[in-house]
């Protein structure tokens, strides 16, 4: 999908933050003329997906989620959410695969029973789980010499071909069972921001050879999600381009790495960050504003 420059975007919103500082009133009422119908205040919105979409560690949990999902209140749907005042339904769930969207997790029901006809936004973050993308990063590190373990690191992990279209054929059936149980609902596949920058760091403790093995899952699952969204009339996200320059070793990081030291409370290694979170959320509402 063709996605106008970041720099494009934000010198449009410098223009009309000024207009509308000049008449604060009427800047109110142009705001709420524009939004779409899909932010309109009530609006059902469900989230689906895994720890990516979930925001472990990067805040409270929601009251009233499953602790083991780390389903936290400051993760992009909840962030969108409030700003619009929506009616979320959060469905994501921390390890989550594509089976965990569409039939149950032990205790815990399909995610897709989260989506009803009432929707008129679902956003879905899944698929690293199925490539076992984060036991590649956590690999990585652990043989970089950052993660302790009693026995050996795991084995580098490097998917198939039969394990990229086993997990393109279940996006298409997530697709296509939201369209199914809410046909009013526009779909959104939010993408996996990008952890692994080009140039590692002391914030990303990873062996060269298993970072270019999570930059290549990272890039191969983005495609595979594309395809799946262009096919099924789903919007994309592109979070893993958006992030490019706000790697773990930016400035302004987007998402967390790991290093020697690493304090857990600043949530989830090799995970976005309160800021990556922040920057989909608002990119969403861009996105569904069009």
């Known amino acids: 999908m063709n996605v106008k420059s970041p720099l494009y975007r934000r010198g449009a919103l410098l223009v009309a933050a000024s207009a509308c500082l000049a008449v604060s009133v009427g800047c109110a009422m142009q705001e709420a003329a524009s939004t779409s119908p899909l932010l309109q205040a009530g609006a059902a919105y469900v989230a689906l997906g895994s720890s990516y979409a ?10 009233g989620s499953p602790p083991r999902c780390q ?3 400051n993760n992009y749907a909840s962030l969108l959410a409030r700003r619009f005042e929506l009616a979320l339904t959060d469905a994501s769930c921390g390890g989550a695969m594509t089976a965990h969207l569409l039939g149950p997790w032990n205790e815990l029901p399909a995610q897709l029973e989260s989506v009803t006809a009432a929707a008129r936004v679902v956003t879905v973050t899944v698929g690293g789980n199925d490539l076992d993308y984060m036991g590649a990063l956590f690999g990585g590190s652990c043989r970089a010499g950052v993660v302790s373990r009693p026995g050996p690191c795991p084995p580098v992990v490097q998917p198939s071909a039969a394990q990229y279209q086993k ?10 069972e939201i369209s199914r149980r809410a046909p009013q609902a526009r779909v959104v596949f939010v993408q996996y921001v990008a952890v692994v920058p080009d140039n590692l760091c002391a914030a990303t403790q990873i062996t060269p050879e298993d970072a270019a093995n999570g930059r290549a899952i990272g890039r191969q699952l983005a495609l595979v999600t594309a395809r799946v969204a262009t096919a099924n009339g789903a919007l994309v996200l592109p979070a893993d381009e958006l992030s490019r320059d706000h790697s773990p070793c930016a400035p302004e990081p987007w998402s967390r790495g790991l290093y020697g030291g690493y304090d857990m409370q600043q ?3 090799w995970h976005p960050a309160p ?11 861009r996105l569904l504003q069009r």
């Open 54 to 63: 979930a925001g472990a560690g990067i805040g409270p949990l929601q009251p």
């Open 71 to 73: 389903r936290t209140t």
């Open 167 to 176: 997990l393109e054929s279940a996006l298409n059936a997530i697709a296509r």
């Open 267 to 269: 949530g989830a290694p």
């Open 275 to 285: 800021a990556g979170h922040a920057a989909i959320a608002a990119e969403l509402a």
